[in-house]
């Protein structure tokens, strides 16, 4: 496996330390017998929300997976992302603490 790309701190510290956040699974691509992180499967959760993001590495850009009927709430949740996915300076870490951020913002006026 090929972990140059990805820091286990950030497991830990999202699937054990945080309530809104979690990296539910590293996503694999099998390259000459050996296999590369390219992206991460997560979950951010408000009280009984869910909504399941991924992180694409090669891209360095996050999608939302529209898992219910309210399109609406998805397409503005997509607009908070947007910028995220132009910006080339930001760390995962802080892109992942700046999703917490602005959900949380969302939500918690929903």
């Not at 790309?5 to 590293?26: G, P, R, T, V």
């Not at 930001?90 to 929903?110: A, P, T, V």
Request: charged letters at 20%.
């Amino acid at each position: 496996i090929d972990n140059e790309n990805f820091d286990y701190k950030y497991l830990q510290k999202y699937n054990h330390d945080n309530k809104h956040f979690s990296i539910m699974n590293i996503i694999f691509n099998k390259t000459n017998e050996k296999y590369k992180i390219i992206g991460y499967d997560c979950i951010y959760q408000y009280e009984n929300i869910h909504i399941k993001l991924e992180y694409d590495l090669l891209n360095r850009t996050w999608r939302i997976y529209n898992q219910q009927s309210n399109s609406e709430q998805y397409q503005y949740l997509n607009i908070l992302l947007e910028d995220l996915n132009y910006s080339q300076n930001i760390s995962l870490d802080q892109q992942i603490q700046i999703i917490i951020k602005r959900f949380n913002n969302y939500f918690h006026g929903y």
